[in-house]
């Protein structure tokens, strides 16, 4: 059964700082992973997508990895700014069935 | 463009009562998913569907029950609530399985259930 952890659970930076947020995954037959965005009370927004034979993506400032072999993946946040502050959840999307299988996720707070 | 629509926002139930939450999607979309969020636990899935006619069990289906009588509707039923189902329902739709690998997922903002 495959299992997604991220580390750590909260977050709080100073304006300006970059950041990293970790993903972890026990089974590496992976078809992709996701990095998503919740803000309170909404649905979530997918952020960046990688496929399995990919190493990293990128959307401005966002920078997301993947090391399949080793079951783990970083979301890199440059220059993070308050609006950034949000929920970040992974989610690897694997099995047969090809069902997402979500982590816990880290709430980030940028603080002015 | 509606997009991914639950109804009801909110909803306070007493133990052993009954409700249905309704997913509506306006995208002609196959595949419809309901996810559960817990504190500390991540979205875990409780039922999915195929198509129009179809539904299937995800990782957490005890307690519930899912119709989908039109392609643009998931119902998600609780028979007799419990206090453990006290949780933030997901409703999301893709177009196809390939489209879910592709990231193409849709969310709708999510229905809070309080079992008393």
């Known amino acids: 059964k495959q299992e997604v952890t991220q580390i750590p659970a909260a977050l709080s930076v100073p304006e300006g700082e970059n950041l990293v947020l970790n993903c972890s995954f026990t089974?590496?037959?992976?078809?992709?992973l996701q990095w998503f965005r919740q803000d309170p009370g909404k649905g979530l927004t997918s952020l960046l997508l990688?496929?399995?034979?990919?190493r990293e993506q990128t959307s401005g400032r966002l920078n997301a990895s993947l090391d399949k072999s080793s079951g783990r993946s970083t979301l890199y946040i440059a220059a993070s700014q308050p609006g950034d502050s949000a929920t970040y959840l992974c989610?690897?999307?694997?099995?047969?069935?090809?069902?997402?299988?979500f982590g816990s996720g880290t709430q980030l707070t940028v603080l002015p | 463009n509606a997009g991914v629509t639950q109804t009801p926002k909110f909803r306070v139930l007493k133990t052993g009562q009954s409700m249905t939450l309704l997913c509506a999607q306006d995208?002609?979309?196959?595949?419809m998913y309901w996810y559960r969020q817990d504190p500390g636990m991540g979205l875990r899935l409780i039922h999915y569907?195929?198509?129009?006619?179809?539904?299937a069990k995800g990782e957490v289906p005890d307690g519930y029950n899912v119709s989908r009588l039109k392609k643009q509707n998931f119902l998600l039923g609780l028979e007799s609530a419990a206090p453990s189902q006290t949780s933030v329902y997901f409703c999301?739709?893709?177009?196809?399985?390939?489209?879910?690998?592709?990231?193409?997922?849709?969310f709708g903002e999510g229905s809070r259930l309080t079992v008393l």
């Open positions: 990688i496929q399995s034979s990919q």
């Open positions: 089974d590496s037959a992976i078809y992709n």
């Open positions: 995208m002609n979309h196959e595949y």
């Open positions: 569907s195929v198509g129009e006619g179809t539904t």
């Open positions: 999301a739709s893709s177009y196809s399985r390939l489209a879910v690998s592709t990231g193409e997922l849709f």
């Open positions: 989610a690897v999307l694997s099995g047969s069935a090809r069902q997402l299988t």
